[in-house]
Protein backbone atom coordinates (compact mmCIF):
# COMPACT_ATOMS: atom_id res chain seq x y z
CA UNK A 1 0.00 0.00 0.00
CA UNK A 2 1.46 3.42 -1.36
CA UNK A 3 0.61 6.09 1.07
CA UNK A 4 0.58 9.68 -0.10
CA UNK A 5 3.17 11.98 1.06
CA UNK A 6 3.15 14.76 3.66
CA UNK A 7 3.36 18.13 1.77
CA UNK A 8 3.52 21.46 3.31
CA UNK A 9 2.44 25.07 2.27
CA UNK A 10 1.71 28.49 3.43
CA UNK A 11 -1.02 29.56 1.89
CA UNK A 12 -4.73 29.15 2.55
CA UNK A 13 -7.77 28.47 0.88
CA UNK A 14 -11.44 28.96 2.04
CA UNK A 15 -11.55 25.02 2.87
CA UNK A 16 -9.03 25.73 5.27
CA UNK A 17 -11.81 26.74 7.67
CA UNK A 18 -13.36 24.04 8.19
CA UNK A 19 -10.02 21.96 7.97
CA UNK A 20 -9.07 24.01 10.98
CA UNK A 21 -12.17 23.72 12.93
CA UNK A 22 -12.39 19.98 12.45
CA UNK A 23 -8.26 19.56 13.79
CA UNK A 24 -8.86 21.56 16.88
CA UNK A 25 -12.23 20.20 17.60
CA UNK A 26 -11.04 16.97 17.53
CA UNK A 27 -8.28 17.59 20.01
CA UNK A 28 -10.50 18.04 22.58
CA UNK A 29 -8.37 20.26 24.20
CA UNK A 30 -10.51 23.54 23.66
CA UNK A 31 -13.84 25.02 24.37
CA UNK A 32 -16.59 26.59 21.96
CA UNK A 33 -15.00 29.81 21.97
CA UNK A 34 -11.66 28.70 21.27
CA UNK A 35 -12.98 26.74 18.31
CA UNK A 36 -14.22 29.55 16.80
CA UNK A 37 -10.90 32.17 17.29
CA UNK A 38 -9.03 29.44 15.65
CA UNK A 39 -11.13 29.18 12.72
CA UNK A 40 -11.70 33.23 12.59
CA UNK A 41 -7.95 33.55 12.59
CA UNK A 42 -8.38 31.67 9.39
CA UNK A 43 -11.08 34.16 7.78
CA UNK A 44 -9.06 37.10 8.89
CA UNK A 45 -6.53 36.30 6.45
CA UNK A 46 -8.45 35.04 4.03
CA UNK A 47 -10.24 38.74 4.51
CA UNK A 48 -7.37 40.85 4.83
CA UNK A 49 -4.40 38.55 3.45
CA UNK A 50 -0.83 38.88 5.10
CA UNK A 51 -2.47 42.48 6.36
CA UNK A 52 -4.21 40.20 8.81
CA UNK A 53 -0.95 39.74 10.94
CA UNK A 54 -1.65 35.96 10.68
CA UNK A 55 0.50 33.37 8.80
CA UNK A 56 -0.25 29.45 8.18
CA UNK A 57 1.89 26.57 7.83
CA UNK A 58 -0.56 23.75 6.76
CA UNK A 59 0.48 20.03 6.47
CA UNK A 60 -1.54 17.85 3.98
CA UNK A 61 -1.64 14.29 2.70
CA UNK A 62 -3.81 14.06 -0.52
CA UNK A 63 -7.03 16.58 -0.23
CA UNK A 64 -6.78 16.54 4.20
CA UNK A 65 -5.21 19.13 6.07
CA UNK A 66 -3.37 16.80 9.03
CA UNK A 67 -2.15 19.69 10.49
CA UNK A 68 -1.44 23.45 11.42
CA UNK A 69 0.17 26.24 12.76
CA UNK A 70 -0.44 29.92 13.24
CA UNK A 71 1.57 32.81 13.92
CA UNK A 72 2.68 36.54 13.63
CA UNK A 73 4.35 39.67 14.90
CA UNK A 74 2.75 40.80 18.17
CA UNK A 75 2.01 44.58 18.22
CA UNK A 76 3.73 46.93 19.65
CA UNK A 77 7.25 44.82 19.77
CA UNK A 78 10.43 44.65 17.96
CA UNK A 79 10.54 41.69 16.64
CA UNK A 80 8.31 38.88 19.13
CA UNK A 81 6.56 36.70 17.62
CA UNK A 82 3.52 34.27 18.95
CA UNK A 83 2.83 31.14 17.69
CA UNK A 84 -1.25 31.01 18.09
CA UNK A 85 -1.84 27.74 17.23
CA UNK A 86 -0.38 24.33 16.62
CA UNK A 87 -2.62 21.15 15.89
CA UNK A 88 -2.33 17.78 14.27
CA UNK A 89 -5.34 15.22 13.90
CA UNK A 90 -4.81 12.36 16.38
CA UNK A 91 -3.82 9.86 13.90
CA UNK A 92 -0.74 11.91 12.90
CA UNK A 93 0.74 12.48 16.66
CA UNK A 94 3.92 11.33 16.96
CA UNK A 95 4.21 10.94 13.63
CA UNK A 96 7.11 14.27 13.03
CA UNK A 97 4.43 16.49 11.45
CA UNK A 98 4.16 18.59 14.27
CA UNK A 99 8.10 19.06 14.84
CA UNK A 100 8.31 19.81 10.91
CA UNK A 101 5.34 22.24 11.11
CA UNK A 102 7.45 23.94 14.29
CA UNK A 103 10.25 24.10 11.77
CA UNK A 104 9.08 25.76 8.94
CA UNK A 105 7.01 28.21 11.07
CA UNK A 106 10.36 29.21 12.88
CA UNK A 107 12.16 29.62 9.81
CA UNK A 108 9.41 31.53 8.20
CA UNK A 109 9.28 34.05 11.22
CA UNK A 110 13.00 33.91 11.57
CA UNK A 111 12.52 35.32 7.91
CA UNK A 112 9.87 37.75 9.00
CA UNK A 113 12.64 39.32 11.52
CA UNK A 114 11.64 37.25 14.72
CA UNK A 115 14.22 37.77 17.32
CA UNK A 116 11.86 36.20 19.81
CA UNK A 117 8.86 33.22 19.49
CA UNK A 118 6.54 33.03 22.25
CA UNK A 119 3.66 30.39 23.23
CA UNK A 120 0.88 30.80 25.63
CA UNK A 121 -0.44 27.20 27.12
CA UNK A 122 -2.49 26.17 29.76
CA UNK A 123 -0.93 24.34 33.09
CA UNK A 124 -3.55 22.05 33.17
CA UNK A 125 -3.32 18.54 32.55
CA UNK A 126 -4.99 18.14 29.02
CA UNK A 127 -1.81 20.13 27.81
CA UNK A 128 1.36 18.17 29.52
CA UNK A 129 1.40 16.80 25.82
CA UNK A 130 2.24 19.95 24.29
CA UNK A 131 4.09 21.58 27.27
CA UNK A 132 6.96 18.51 26.71
CA UNK A 133 6.31 19.03 22.53
CA UNK A 134 7.31 22.71 23.18
CA UNK A 135 10.95 21.53 26.08
CA UNK A 136 11.58 19.18 23.25
CA UNK A 137 11.26 21.66 20.56
CA UNK A 138 13.74 24.09 22.69
CA UNK A 139 11.45 26.47 24.46
CA UNK A 140 12.00 27.17 27.93
CA UNK A 141 9.29 28.54 30.27
CA UNK A 142 9.49 32.08 30.62
CA UNK A 143 6.57 33.11 32.87
CA UNK A 144 3.72 31.71 34.63
CA UNK A 145 0.43 33.05 36.02
CA UNK A 146 -1.48 31.40 38.63
CA UNK A 147 -5.07 30.92 38.51
CA UNK A 148 -5.20 33.05 35.32
CA UNK A 149 -7.29 30.86 32.85
CA UNK A 150 -9.19 29.81 36.32
CA UNK A 151 -8.65 28.05 39.75
CA UNK A 152 -5.74 25.95 39.24
CA UNK A 153 -5.00 26.71 35.66
CA UNK A 154 -2.06 28.95 35.44
CA UNK A 155 -0.97 30.48 31.88
CA UNK A 156 2.49 28.93 30.89
CA UNK A 157 4.37 31.25 28.19
CA UNK A 158 7.03 29.71 26.90
CA UNK A 159 9.83 31.29 24.53
CA UNK A 160 12.48 30.52 22.13
CA UNK A 161 15.08 33.09 21.80
CA UNK A 162 16.36 33.12 17.69
CA UNK A 163 18.64 36.15 18.04
CA UNK A 164 19.83 38.51 21.19
CA UNK A 165 18.62 42.33 20.75
CA UNK A 166 21.39 44.19 20.70
CA UNK A 167 20.24 47.76 23.08
CA UNK A 168 20.32 50.90 20.73
CA UNK A 169 23.64 53.04 22.03
C1 LIG B 1 0.78 19.64 20.86
C2 LIG B 1 0.96 18.78 19.62
C3 LIG B 1 1.03 19.67 18.39
C4 LIG B 1 2.30 18.02 19.78
O1 LIG B 1 2.49 17.21 18.66
P1 LIG B 1 2.75 15.62 18.82
O2 LIG B 1 2.82 15.06 17.45
O3 LIG B 1 1.70 15.09 19.71
O4 LIG B 1 4.15 15.62 19.49
P2 LIG B 1 5.14 14.38 19.50
O5 LIG B 1 4.41 13.12 19.87
O6 LIG B 1 5.87 14.39 18.21
O7 LIG B 1 6.06 14.71 20.67
C5 LIG B 1 7.16 15.49 20.47
C6 LIG B 1 7.98 15.50 21.73
O8 LIG B 1 7.19 15.95 22.83
C7 LIG B 1 7.54 15.21 24.00
N1 LIG B 1 6.32 14.69 24.60
C8 LIG B 1 5.27 14.14 23.98
N2 LIG B 1 4.33 13.81 24.89
C9 LIG B 1 4.81 14.17 26.09
C10 LIG B 1 4.30 14.11 27.43
N3 LIG B 1 3.07 13.62 27.68
N4 LIG B 1 5.07 14.57 28.43
C11 LIG B 1 6.30 15.10 28.17
N5 LIG B 1 6.83 15.18 26.94
C12 LIG B 1 6.08 14.72 25.91
C13 LIG B 1 8.44 14.11 23.62
O9 LIG B 1 9.69 14.43 24.16
C14 LIG B 1 8.51 14.14 22.10
O10 LIG B 1 9.86 14.12 21.75
P3 LIG B 1 10.45 12.88 20.92
O11 LIG B 1 9.85 13.03 19.55
O12 LIG B 1 11.90 13.17 20.96
O13 LIG B 1 10.02 11.65 21.66
C15 LIG B 1 -0.20 17.75 19.44
O14 LIG B 1 -0.19 16.84 20.52
C16 LIG B 1 -1.57 18.39 19.32
O15 LIG B 1 -2.00 18.77 18.23
N6 LIG B 1 -2.29 18.50 20.46
C17 LIG B 1 -3.65 19.04 20.46
C18 LIG B 1 -3.65 20.53 20.27
C19 LIG B 1 -2.82 21.27 21.30
O16 LIG B 1 -2.81 20.95 22.47
N7 LIG B 1 -2.11 22.31 20.81
C20 LIG B 1 -1.27 23.13 21.65
C21 LIG B 1 -2.08 24.15 22.36
S1 LIG B 1 -1.09 25.16 23.43
Known sequence: MQTDPIVY????CTADAEAVRRIVAASGCFSASEIDIAVELV???LGKGLRSGYHF???QRAEAVVGYTCFGPIPCT???????WIAVDLGMQGSGVSRELLRRSETQMRELGATQ???????RGHYDRAR????????????EFPDFYGPDDAKVVYVKT????I???
Open 132 to 143: GFYTSCGYRIAA
Open 117 to 123: IYIDTSS
Open 57 to 59: VFA
Open 162 to 165: LATL
Open 78 to 84: ESGFDLY
Open 9 to 12: RSDV
Open 167 to 169: PPP
Open 43 to 45: DER
